[in-house]
């Protein structure tokens, strides 16, 4: 079987001259490589008509499939439709279901459509155009002697939704790929060296066509197996058995499989044991909160928080004991204690957690230096509270705890009599 | 003056598989950019030598000043410096004054040399040895016929390192570079579109040396000027004037300039104004906190939150009355205005901020679609709601909403009397 071979092609000043991340380019490799083509390279242009032209050219001759992001806003100096209109010799044309949608999403938020973006409704004759329904500017899909140009927005989640939408199902369709199957086994609670040393002989001993990546982030460390090989259900029956001797060795630290984070992890959790859930957070100021109801469906377990950042609220709106506070501070066991049994009451939750700590960089003392944080755990017949020696950067220290929250509520669920 | 190009070429696997996210290349392009080199191309390409070689042979036909990142490791995959020697046609020769740095690197931290590590000391006759006094391989820098390569490890730390205390200067050394000044104006609450047509005029008659750019993130829209010229003072009062120009068009939705986000501008403005701030958040289930909290010292006006995710929370711990919620729903403006208001009385601050609406996938009924979001402003003296019709996607409706909700504490608190 011949490879498929992919470039990414990615179009603006903007990435060229620093002013924004390209995280588009390293999520479109992963996709890519998950359906088994291998992208040999990824290029970046400026708005400057001959060196987009050179860039098609270029590419053309090395891929087989180039994905384009960028170049499509609705201004002068977005110039990836005029260069393909170009390249392949295809005027602009209005799309009348472009022009549709387009306006339906202007109407949909009860804004007016300018000419400006009437103008995104024409597209290259030679084109298909792809649906963008969280945007204003279409994708267009070129077929041309086995050779695919498909362009799509920068715009990040327009760009996720035509990738897995459309491009990745035509992708699959049009091009012979290898069997791959991918399975990702999640932990979090450890680093990567911790389970590295653990898992060694099992790693050692893995077959030739599996082959292993850690995959660490701030605060966990997802475990991907790649397997190679004939048959999609043999290769699934594989991968199950060496994650089964995964969990045997790091089992306590594996919290999922696949795609879900770990607040949908709780959440599931959550839901099957029927439980409902409060926070009392402090130095994470929200982000807990944020996660936990960054699911959807997850107000059926989540009753609310609260964030008591001064010591008043902390007093007035959570009950905190004044003695409390003034003799161990805000910082302490005796107050996360407090806090987090208080909130379950209040709350009238199963559960109830808090966090509070010294996110930096100010409001250190000596011995509490920035990084300190404390967290608690309360249900109807205990409390665990646990203390964090985190980092010396403030959003560092708010992420890193609030996934520290999360394992708990994890934790103190599996331990629930 | 001839414009000084540059072109940056990653090497490694790891990046175009997508396993690590490149956030080099976009502080180099920044670095450069403030020297005044332009960026004309980025690449990336894998362990591969042809690979690597033909990225070298195409960014000399290109660029002036070719950065190289990355596969300067000890082990077999690591490319880079065998093929700068076959490139420069330039065999290995041990350098001594690397070989005593790459030894004492190593007995500073206790570790054994390896014969891997020694060899990272052999480089190419032709270059010129870089320092990396914060890792093992060293930096190679070739001048030939006025073309720069300059090959640096890939690890964040020792690039910026090596970047900051030679590269950068000897760069200005050997080039005549222009002077340059951008200044990016950060507007909020309109569309690009929008603030284009509004602008177009202006635009239009900007002089040839100062270049706009439109930068759209979710929920707002910076425009960045770039100058170009002989003298900075003088780069510095045209960028001046023609923001005045840009104030005088779209000055009630700017809220800031360079580097700070709106959460900075924010808290800028309570400071200033000596206000304290309270949240009510239901449907943004605390990403505003998060935002308002990510700022340091942001506790000096930040009190608190309450999510109040159920109904019951609504009314025990937010005092909502019964017969509102009864009769209008939580997401509507009677709720929001009260929820804004309990929040400030209770929490005992200047100003109280709501938020309340269907953030979707459930939860939807025919008059308030997935997107209907209602948000409120309340002080001393008044109460202002405002209705957002959003999207259908939940993470965007919670984006677009708590951006929403910080431009109103913006405009509440300009407007305050």
């Given amino acids: 079987m011949k490879p498929t071979y992919a470039e990414l092609l990615t179009i603006g000043d903007e990435i060229l001259f620093g002013q924004i991340t390209d995280t588009n380019s390293q999520w479109m490799s992963q996709q890519l490589s998950d359906i088994g083509i291998k992208v040999i390279r990824k290029t970046s242009v400026g708005d400057q008509v001959n060196e987009i032209l050179n860039a098609f050219a270029e590419a053309e001759k090395r891929a087989d ?66 649906t963008n329904p969280v945007g204003t500017a279409p994708g267009m899909w070129f077929d041309r002697g086995n050779k695919i140009f498909m362009s799509m927005p920068g715009v990040p989640h327009e760009m996720k939704r035509m990738m897995r939408d459309h491009v990745l199902p035509r992708l699959k369709n049009k091009f012979e790929l290898p069997v791959i199957h991918h399975q990702v086994i999640r932990t979090i609670g450890q680093g990567e060296s911790f389970l590295a040393e653990k898992i060694a002989n099992w790693e050692k001993a893995l077959p030739e066509h599996i082959k292993l990546a850690y995959l660490p982030s701030l605060g966990e460390v997802k475990l991907r197996l790649t397997c190679y090989g004939e048959s999609l259900e043999k290769l699934k029956e594989e991968a199950n058995h060496q994650t089964q001797l995964l969990i045997d060795r790091i089992g306590s630290y594996i919290y999922g499989y696949g795609e879900d984070p770990i607040e949908v992890a709780i959440g599931k959790l959550l839901s099957e044991k029927n439980l409902t859930l409060s926070i009392a957070e402090s130095c994470t100021g929200g982000n807990v909160s944020r996660m936990i109801t960054s699911v959807p469906g997850s107000s059926a377990y989540f009753q609310g928080s609260i964030i008591p950042y001064s010591y008043e609220i902390k007093m007035a709106q959570l009950g905190i004991k004044p003695e409390t506070l003034q003799e161990y501070g805000a910082v302490s066991e005796q107050t996360i204690a407090e806090m987090a049994t208080n909130v379950r009451t209040r709350f009238h939750t199963n559960i109830g957690m808090a966090t509070s700590g010294i996110a930096g960089p100010g409001g250190a003392t000596p011995e509490k230096p920035v990084g300190t944080v404390w967290i608690a755990y309360a249900d109807e017949q205990r409390v665990i509270t646990k203390k964090l020696q985190l980092s010396t950067e403030r959003h560092l220290n708010i992420q890193l705890a609030s996934m520290a929250v999360l394992n708990l509520i994890r934790l103190g669920i599996k331990e629930r009599k």
Same sequence: chains 1, 2.
Avoid: H, W
């Fill in 65 to 130: 499939v180039i994905l384009i992001t960028g170049g499509l806003g609705p201004t002068s100096d977005d110039l990836t439709k005029p260069c393909l209109s170009q390249y392949f010799n295809s005027p602009l044309v209005m799309n009348e279901e472009a022009l549709q949608e387009v306006t339906a999403f202007f109407k949909s938020r009860g804004r007016e459509l300018t000419e400006l973006n009437r103008q995104q409704a024409a597209l290259p004759a030679a084109c298909e155009k792809i």
